[in-house]
């Protein structure tokens, strides 16, 4: 059986590989084989920087354990500490190299577009839609991302029918990929006359933004509309057709853009959401391929089908998938986001060893 430091040294000499074929005069030409080869070097640097570590802690031992043997007195006692430090260490990257090792996502390391929209609830819905909008502005703005409004459209009582951002930030994918889902809020509506708490609900999309060389569309397959704007309750907000409908015919696939005052402008952002969702599809594909495929991420948009729950009258904010609640709902809206991704991220690497160990 092929022992880990066996697979590390493997990585190591790939490692070398990678950095000879990235030296390659012809590679900066290849945009493709550019991204995949950097990606490639990303991944493998990390697993060797710690593998090397390892490697020395592992010499600071045995060099601990033979001074050990050899002293006498207080200095005896002084080695015994270097070898619980060295263990310890070794331990900590034992753990490190093993998540490392652990198969990666494709879409680590890519930007991400999120798409928010109210669901079940009427106006309240949409409200709700734009507090989890604001939600995510905040934590973009918290973890240091880029954030793009590629389209946000107002509802008729100061919401969002949908709200769609491009958040630009190397771990962006990593911290976001679980927020897809029915997010659910039980609340009195600023409508509700007699004081009663309704539960409406609204459903957050989570894609990967692809690159153009990642989704080859041809032109015959697009059918394109032009259009004029229109804001809540249909009034046009544009005396041009601005507006951009593009659908994707093999796959039925539609997105309508009217955010900018140019008809260019939103055909250009209407294609990155396109490109995106065709990427998505095709991973979704892949996966069902290979017996992986999770129900979507967005079901049918019901309240029972929900992965998180926002109560205003008791202050809590509970995560369903991991049985995680908080009673600090201004600060999770705020975009106190991280105590619920880090308790995510934790839960599905302890699946991905379980898994891992189970094969």
């Given at each position: 059986m092929r022992s880990v430091d066996d697979t590390l040294k493997s990585l190591s000499e790939e490692l070398a590989s990678v950095e000879t074929a990235l030296a390659e005069p012809d590679v900066a030409s290849d945009l493709t084989r550019l991204r995949d080869l950097s990606r490639?070097?990303?991944?493998?640097?990390?697993?060797?920087?710690?593998?090397?570590?390892?490697?020395?802690?592992?010499?600071?031992?045995?060099?601990?354990?033979?001074?050990?043997?050899?002293?006498?007195?207080?200095?005896?006692?002084?080695?015994r500490d270097e070898i619980n430090k060295a263990e310890e260490e070794i331990a900590e990257l034992e753990q490190r190299i093993e998540r490392l090792l652990l198969p990666r996502d494709p879409n680590?390391?890519?930007?991400v577009i999120v798409e928010i929209?109210?669901?079940e609830g009427g106006e309240e819905a949409?409200?709700?839609?734009?507090?989890?909008?604001?939600?995510?502005?905040?934590?973009?703005?918290?973890r240091g991302w880029k954030l793009e409004v590629v389209e946000e459209r107002a509802s008729e009582q100061g919401g969002i029918d949908e709200a769609t951002f491009l958040i630009k930030g190397d771990d962006a994918w990593a911290r976001l990929e679980q927020e897809a889902g029915v997010h659910r809020v039980q609340r009195v509506p600023t409508t509700e006359a007699k004081g009663r708490v309704h539960t409406s609900s609204a459903t957050v999309s989570v894609l990967p933004e692809a690159e153009e060389v990642d989704v080859?569309?041809?032109?015959?397959?697009?059918?394109?509309?032009?259009?004029?704007?229109?804001?809540?309750?249909?009034q046009s907000v544009?005396?041009?057709?601005?507006a951009v409908r593009i659908t994707h015919l093999p796959t039925g696939i539609v997105v309508s853009m009217q955010d900018e005052k140019s008809q260019i402008q939103n055909r250009a952002k209407a294609m990155i959401v396109?490109?995106?969702?065709?990427?998505?599809?095709?991973?979704?594909?892949?996966?069902?391929?290979?017996?992986?495929?999770?129900?979507?991420?967005?079901?049918?948009?019901?309240?029972?089908?929900?992965?998180?729950?926002?109560n205003f009258k008791e202050n809590r904010v509970t995560d369903h998938r991991i049985n995680l609640t908080l009673y600090d709902l201004e600060a999770t809206l705020g975009g106190q986001l991280d105590p619920y991704v880090d308790a995510l991220l934790s839960d599905k690497r302890a699946r991905q060893l379980a898994e891992s160990d189970g094969r």
């Open positions: 490639r070097h990303k991944e493998l640097a990390e697993i060797d920087a710690a593998w090397q570590s390892l490697q020395r802690a592992r010499e600071d031992l045995s060099g601990a354990r033979e001074m050990f043997n050899e002293s006498a007195g207080d200095d005896r006692e002084q080695w680590e390391g890519r930007n929209r109210g669901a949409n409200l709700f839609a734009s507090d989890l909008a604001e939600m995510y502005r905040r934590y973009a703005a918290i080859d569309i041809e032109a015959n397959d697009l059918k394109i509309d032009v259009y004029r704007s229109s804001g809540p309750g249909g544009n005396t041009t057709d601005s396109l490109r995106s969702r065709l990427l998505k599809a095709a991973q979704d594909a892949q996966a069902s391929e290979q017996g992986d495929l999770k129900r979507s991420q967005l079901g049918g948009g019901g309240r029972s089908e929900k992965i998180r729950t926002y």
